[in-house]
């Protein structure tokens, strides 16, 4: 079957595979219909290896070179030995997470802290392929009013509401968002369904006029931290209750918290790539925190909830589709040419399945 895989830094092929994950007890496979391409594949392919590793993986079994691929929406076709709750043709997105469901973390419910951990696309065989096999226990079920291409952006969505969480935000809170590329736009839209007042902070030119499109409020973030911090806290009667950076850069981040009232919370989903210096005192002086915000963790089916209610239309994140042939040029002109993207997808299997 067609599959784009990862061999290397700057190696990502279309080429033809065979499946090497057994479909073994607990596992389905799928048809995949769409798959995004996330800022973590675009890393791989530019810069990588990152997340990829050069030896199999503790719970996969699998090394490189491997398909990438963990946002997406598909069709089961088949169920290994023991899996109950699903059937066949039924459509799901996929919660990428392996996890080993013994340590303290799984036990807990905070699997996305599971040390031996990895994701679908990263640590096995993922979705930018015909068909794709999985742990069952990722597999989340799409609601009639949630769309194929909208069951393609639950993951990316979820890294957003579970952002939100770790802030603690709630309706009526407001939220400054750092960065408006494909996770900060999720974090916006799923802040303003659950009814926050959100404020996009973006220096890009091409996505602050998304963000503007979209109809959130706009701070361009040009100039001294300090000077934008002011602006902020004067846009925001004294500064937001949550802020959001997901921008990845560290000089930002020393500045966030000067945008938060007192007793603000300052949600950290970008990885600075370098150390980043923060006054603390002044966290102190205004009990100010810092959370950091990993992945996701049993948050996909509350965003199918929030889509199939209306509360939620992730179609306006939706900036270019491709097919799966042209998935490595795609990829190569997202490292080298940063525009004003969002989220690309890629139509990987006819529109409804062919199930």
């Known amino acids: 079957m067609e599959a784009i895989r990862w061999h290397g830094n700057r190696d990502v092929r279309h080429e033809e595979v065979q499946f090497e994950l057994a479909l073994g007890p607990g596992m389905v496979e799928a048809e995949v219909a769409w798959c995004g391409l996330c800022g973590s594949d675009v890393a791989e392919f530019a810069h990588g290896p990152y997340a990829i590793r050069d030896r199999p993986h503790v719970l996969s079994g699998q090394a490189p070179p491997l398909t990438l691929g963990h946002e997406f929406s598909a ?99 407001t939220v400054i968002v750092l960065g408006f590329g494909a996770i900060g736009a999720s974090v916006a839209v799923v802040g303003r369904a659950i009814g926050c007042d959100v404020i996009v902070s973006e220096p890009n030119d091409a996505r602050r006029d998304r963000a503007s499109a979209m109809g959130f409020a706009i701070d361009d973030a040009a100039g001294e931290s300090r000077a934008a911090a002011r602006r902020l806290r004067a846009l925001t009667e004294g500064g937001a209750r949550v802020v959001v950076d997901a921008t990845g850069d560290g000089t930002v981040l020393a500045g966030a ?29 205004y009990e100010r925190a810092i959370v950091a915000s990993l992945g996701y963790a049993n948050d996909l089916p509350r965003v199918a909830r929030l889509i199939a209610a209306g509360a939620l239309d992730p179609e306006p994140l939706i900036t270019r589709t491709v097919t799966l042939a042209d998935t490595p040029a795609e990829l190569a002109r997202l490292a080298d040419t940063p525009t004003g993207d969002l989220k690309v997808l890629v139509q990987v299997g006819g529109a409804g399945g062919t199930i």
């Open 75 to 173: 069709y089961i076709t088949q169920l290994g030995a023991g899996v109950e709750g699903l059937v066949v043709g039924e459509r799901v997105s996929a919660d990428a997470c392996w996890r080993c469901e013994t340590c303290a973390a799984c036990r807990s419910g905070a699997y996305n802290q599971c040390a031996s951990g990895g994701s679908i696309g990263l640590c096995s065989d993922g979705a930018l392929a015909r068909r794709v096999r999985f742990p069952a226990y990722a597999a989340v079920p799409l609601p009639d009013a949630v769309s194929d291409r909208a069951g393609a952006l639950l993951e990316p969505l979820a890294v957003g509401l579970h952002a939100l969480d770790r802030g603690g935000a709630q309706a009526g809170d």
């Open 257 to 285: 918290g000067e945008m938060t009232r007192r007793g603000g919370v300052v949600v950290l989903v970008g990885i600075p790539k370098q150390p980043v210096a923060i006054d603390a005192g002044r966290l102190v002086l």
